[in-house]
C-alpha cells in the first residue's frame, strides 16, 4: 500500500520533543547545549488500526518509540501489529461502554494517554435526496460523535499532567465539497470546527490539538 509520506512526517515531527542534555560542562561525550530528540516512551492510542492511516502511523510510532495501542472493530485485522508489538485493543467508536474501557485499561496499566490519535471514520456517497438519514446518522456517529466522545475520556488524563496531543484526522473534504459527498463533508467541516474550538479550551492545560486534513491515500476508507 502506499500512504502519504508527508502525512506521517508532519504527524511524527509534531510529536517531537526539543531538549538540551542535562550534562555538566566539560564532561566527556556531553550533548550539552545539542538539540536532540527525546524519547520518554510516550503513550500513543489510536483509532482506525486495522487499515489504511492508522496502521501505518502505528507502525511509524512503535518505530519511534511509542507504546502504541492501535484500537479498532476488527482485532483479527490487526494481528501483523501485534506480532511487531502494538498493543491491541477492540473497540467500537459508536459504543461508548467499548471506548470507556479501553481508555481505562491503558489508564490502570500507564497512568496516562500522552497521544490521541482520533482516526477511525468512512465515507458514504450519495445523492442528499436519497441517502436514508440512519444512514447519514451512523456517519455522523463514527465520525464526529464517537470521536468526540473518546476526547472526553482522554481529557481528564491530560489535564492532570497538563500536557498531550490530540491528532484528529479530518480530511480535504473539510474545506471542499463535491455532489453526491453532502453527508461526509458535512461530518468534515464539522470536525474542523470542532477540533478549533476544542483547541481553544484545552490551550491553557498544556493540550495541543492537531488537524490532519489528508488527500487520496490509497486505503480500505470507503468499505
Given at each position: 500500500?502506499?500512504?502519504?509520506?508527508?502525512?506521517?512526517?508532519?504527524?511524527?515531527?509534531?510529536?517531537?520533543?526539543?531538549?538540551?542534555?542535562?550534562?555538566?560542562?566539560?564532561?566527556?561525550?556531553?550533548?550539552?547545549?545539542?538539540?536532540?530528540?527525546?524519547?520518554?516512551?510516550?503513550?500513543?492510542?489510536?483509532?482506525?488500526?486495522?487499515?489504511?492511516?492508522?496502521?501505518?502511523?502505528?507502525?511509524?510510532?512503535?518505530?519511534?518509540?511509542?507504546?502504541?495501542?492501535?484500537?479498532?472493530?476488527?482485532?483479527?485485522?490487526?494481528?501483523?501489529?501485534?506480532?511487531?508489538?502494538?498493543?491491541?485493543?477492540?473497540?467500537?467508536?459508536?459504543?461508548?461502554?467499548?471506548?470507556?474501557?479501553?481508555?481505562?485499561?491503558?489508564?490502570?496499566?500507564?497512568?496516562?494517554?500522552?497521544?490521541?490519535?482520533?482516526?477511525?471514520?468512512?465515507?458514504?456517497?450519495?445523492?442528499?435526496?436519497?441517502?436514508?438519514?440512519?444512514e447519514a446518522r451512523r456517519q455522523f456517529e463514527v465520525n464526529i460523535f464517537g470521536l468526540a466522545r473518546l476526547t472526553q475520556?482522554?481529557?481528564?488524563?491530560?489535564?492532570?499532567?497538563?500536557?498531550?496531543?490530540?491528532?484528529?484526522?479530518?480530511?480535504?473534504?473539510?474545506?471542499?465539497?463535491?455532489?453526491?459527498?453532502?453527508?461526509?463533508?458535512?461530518t468534515k467541516h464539522a470536525l474542523e470546527g470542532f477540533s478549533d474550538c476544542l483547541r481553544f479550551e484545552v490551550k491553557p492545560?498544556?493540550?495541543?490539538?492537531?488537524?490532519?486534513?489528508?488527500?487520496?491515500?490509497?486505503?480500505?476508507?470507503?468499505?
Amino acid at each position: 500500500m502506499h500512504f502519504c509520506g508527508a502525512y506521517l512526517r508532519g504527524m511524527l515531527n509534531s510529536f517531537c520533543i526539543v531538549g538540551k542534555s542535562l550534562c555538566g560542562e566539560g564532561q566527556p561525550n556531553c550533548l550539552s547545549d545539542r538539540i536532540y530528540r527525546i524519547n520518554m516512551k510516550k503513550i500513543a492510542l489510536i483509532t482506525g488500526a486495522s487499515s489504511g492511516m492508522g496502521k501505518a502511523t502505528a507502525i511509524k510510532l512503535l518505530e519511534a518509540g511509542y507504546i502504541v495501542y492501535g484500537a479498532a472493530r476488527r482485532v483479527e485485522r490487526m494481528a501483523d501489529l501485534k506480532e511487531r508489538g502494538v498493543q491491541v485493543i477492540s473497540m467500537d467508536v459508536t459504543n461508548n461502554e467499548s471506548m470507556g474501557q479501553a481508555v481505562r485499561q491503558i489508564i490502570q496499566e500507564h497512568g496516562k494517554i500522552d497521544v490521541l490519535i482520533n482516526n477511525a471514520g468512512y465515507g458514504s456517497y450519495g445523492a442528499i435526496e436519497d441517502v436514508p438519514l440512519e444512514e447519514a446518522r451512523r456517519q455522523f456517529e463514527v465520525n464526529i460523535f464517537g470521536l468526540a466522545r473518546l476526547t472526553q475520556l482522554v481529557l481528564p488524563s491530560m489535564r492532570r499532567k497538563k500536557s498531550g496531543k490530540i491528532v484528529n484526522v479530518s480530511s480535504m473534504g473539510g474545506k471542499i465539497y463535491t455532489p453526491m459527498g453532502g453527508w461526509y463533508h458535512a461530518t468534515k467541516h464539522a470536525l474542523e470546527g470542532f477540533s478549533d474550538c476544542l483547541r481553544f479550551e484545552v490551550k491553557p492545560f498544556g493540550i495541543d490539538v492537531i488537524l490532519i486534513e489528508p488527500g487520496l491515500v490509497k486505503s480500505e476508507w470507503s468499505a
